[in-house]
């Protein structure tokens, strides 16, 4: 034990080690996600041919229902084998990193890798944005244990295949950095830093010489918008925080209500979206899937107002029904593309009644897709970027930086919780979750302290700290070294704190809690 606590605290050694890791995390995670985005695009084009035989006649229409519920049957078994493949699955890696689940990575790879494929094929609207994360984070579990690491590096890994993932799902290296750090870590280090951007890079760079370097969204905005219609994007950010907070209210809600039905099982919780997607497919296609065919339409100005909203509504209902069965697969794309028809049919709306040049209405679409994911999400940053890498467009940073301040605090004001955080609040409710155990194992866990926080200002030895826990080091301006009792802690510090695994999400809430709640007056 001893000898990995000077590992960790041999910065340099460590680094280095780290880096190499997170190199390989990326390729391997790069790999198996470009063998996963190769499956869903051949299925997707599968799903197109198969509708259109089966248009034909009555019986291969009946046919295709019956194939529908056979694999929807599939999928529950695959989810009663492994309940942590269902959703995006960024929720479970969360949970895991803040030692509340420990999955099996195998486990989790196989069965998620095959049942976000057979969803996908069956044109549920769901993103591979979550499961390529998961799958990525699970590469990275695989690695640690097969390296036999421990716990804490084992988190850093499983934090770098996140980082690859998200990578190599969008071709947006950046984004997978600050998504992996800002939303799923939620710490910062010099060690995780170089690591997961080392994996981000090596899964990006594994991904384009295999997929090519296109961007995911093709369309083109015209020029920057002029400064003279930024008051709209007031607006548009108001319109697209409301619509976020509105977004996880009926999620949860939707979730709520198969979880009350307690007596369906997995495989009739499935049949609903199932069913309704064999219904879509001979209605509105372009429903159908994460909605990439909906973006073209949108930024080829193929869409009326009207159809836009009819397909925005057709669509968000379909996005969260099927995500609230359980079944596997992410939000993440979906809500993007319901950005963009939000954005869009803003921009119409925009030229119809406010003077907006109709060359502008692809810019709203690309600043709704940030805006209205930072107000869902709460990841700012990360959306930021993210849109910036998916569609190539580097002038916009200004207004998109506009939107999606405004859309965050639009939805904080509404008291809307980031949606992953309030998912793995409900995951974490179910029983049967498999959770850390073992004692005698220790565990590092790091944490930075906010401005006003309950440890800022403090010394150490005036803090009521959890039981069975100990500081052993701490981070400050560039230095490192071993705090005493009578240290004063001082915002963006950062402290280093071993437990035993088994005491693990224990001690993580409650440090987790002095270091970002402020102190009530």
């Not at 080091?473 to 071993?482: A, K, T």
Request: with cysteine.
């Amino acid at each position: 034990m001893r000898k990995n606590i000077i590992n960790i605290l041999n910065v340099k050694q460590f680094k280095l080690i780290l880096l190499l890791e997170g190199v390989l995390v990326g390729v391997l995670g790069g790999l198996v996600i470009v063998g996963y985005r190769i499956c869903l695009s051949n299925g997707a084009n599968w799903l197109k041919q198969i509708l259109l035989y089966c248009k034909q006649s009555v019986f291969t229409i009946i046919l295709w229902f019956v194939i529908l519920i056979i694999i929807a049957y599939i999928v529950s078994k695959l989810l009663d084998a492994e309940p942590l493949i269902s959703g995006s699955g960024i929720p479970q890696l969360e949970g895991e990193l803040a030692g509340k689940i420990d999955a099996k990575w195998w486990r989790v790879l196989i069965n998620k890798f095959l049942g976000g494929f057979l969803t996908n094929f069956c044109g549920l609207a769901l993103g591979r944005e979550g499961p390529s994360i998961q799958l990525g984070a699970m590469v990275g579990k695989g690695i640690g244990k097969i390296l036999k690491r421990g716990k804490t590096e084992e988190r850093y890994l499983l934090t770098c295949g996140a980082s690859a993932g998200l990578a190599a799902a969008f071709h947006a290296p950046l984004a997978g950095v600050m998504f992996a750090l800002e939303e799923v870590h939620k710490h910062f280090s010099a060690p995780l830093l170089i690591s997961v951007m080392a994996s981000s890079i090596a899964a990006d760079y594994t991904m384009s010489n295999i997929l090519g370097m296109d961007p995911v969204f093709s369309f083109k905005v015209a020029k920057a918008l002029p400064t003279n219609y930024y008051w709209m994007l007031l607006v548009l950010g108001v319109i697209l925080g409301l619509a976020g907070a509105f977004y996880n209210k009926a999620l949860l809600y939707v979730q709520s209500l198969y979880n009350r039905f307690e007596n369906l099982n997995t495989f009739q919780k499935l049949l609903i979206p199932f069913i309704i997607s064999g219904i879509l497919g001979f209605i509105v296609p372009q429903i159908l899937g994460s909605g990439d065919v909906l973006v073209d339409l949108l930024t080829e100005g193929k869409l009326t107002a009207l159809m836009i909203l009819c397909l925005l509504a057709g669509k968000f209902i379909f996005a969260i029904t099927c995500f609230g069965s359980g079944a596997p697969g992410g939000i993440f794309f979906p809500l993007l593309v319901i950005g963009c028809l939000i954005g869009g049919l803003f921009g119409h709306g925009a030229v119809k009644y406010l003077n907006l040049d109709t060359v502008y209405i692809n810019n709203f679409i690309l600043l709704a897709m940030a805006g209205y994911f930072t107000a869902i999400v709460r990841a700012p940053v990360t959306g930021i970027i993210l849109i910036f890498e998916m569609t190539g467009s580097l002038n916009h940073l200004l207004s998109i930086t506009t939107v999606t301040i405004v859309s965050y605090i639009v939805a904080d004001l509404m008291k809307s919780k980031p949606i992953y955080e309030s998912l793995l609040e409900n995951l974490l409710k179910k029983r049967n979750l498999p959770t850390p155990k073992g004692v005698g194992e220790k565990v590092l866990l790091d944490f930075m302290i906010n401005v006003d926080s309950q440890l800022d200002n403090h010394l150490i030895k005036d803090i009521d700290w959890p039981n069975h826990c100990l500081i052993v080091s701490l981070r400050r301006d560039g230095q490192e070294f071993i705090p005493h009792g009578d240290t004063y802690l001082k915002a963006s510090d950062n402290i280093i704190i071993m437990c035993d695994k088994i005491d693990e999400s224990y001690v993580y809430d409650i440090v987790s809690s002095l270091t970002s709640e402020k102190i009530s007056n």
